[in-house]
Nanobody, 119 residues
Framework: QVQLVESGGGLVQPGGSLRLSCAVS????????MGWFRQVPGKEREFVAS????????TYARSVEGRFTIPGDNVKDTLYLQMSGLKPGDTAVYFC????????????WGQGTQVTVSS
């Protein structure tokens, strides 16, 4: 129904920046909100940021607020995550997720993209 493909991950030095992308296809009109999550092996999946499609209402985890941003007021075919001031603690696999209008739960997930912050 909805397909998500993340890209943009890689190796970056502490204090650096990256922009992650999530390409959305399929029944995009049925999506209520989209979000970014991250996970480190051995730890639970962690919420990073979310936005109601079309822009407006955005939410950020306390750990990334002020450093990470979902840019744009009109999220349609691509969801971005602009990351700056990266720290080693940001190292994780980042996942894009979509919540359909009918459930408003994150039922659709991408494959993930690795972000490594190290010098």
């Amino acid at each position: 129904q909805v397909q998500l493909v993340e890209s943009g991950g890689g190796l970056v030095q502490p204090g650096g920046s990256l922009r992650l992308s999530c390409a959305v296809s399929g029944r995009t009109f049925s999506v209520y909100s989209m979000g970014w999550f991250r996970q480190v092996p051995g730890k639970e999946r962690e919420f990073v940021a979310s936005i109601v499609r079309g822009g407006g209402r955005t939410t950020y985890a306390r750990s990334v607020e002020g450093r990470f941003t979902i840019p744009g007021d009109n999220v349609k075919d691509t969801l971005y995550l602009q990351m700056s001031g990266l720290k080693p603690g940001d190292t994780a696999v980042y996942f894009c997720a979509a919540a359909p209008i009918v459930t408003r739960m994150y039922d659709y997930w991408g494959q993930g993209t690795q972000v490594t912050v190290s010098s």
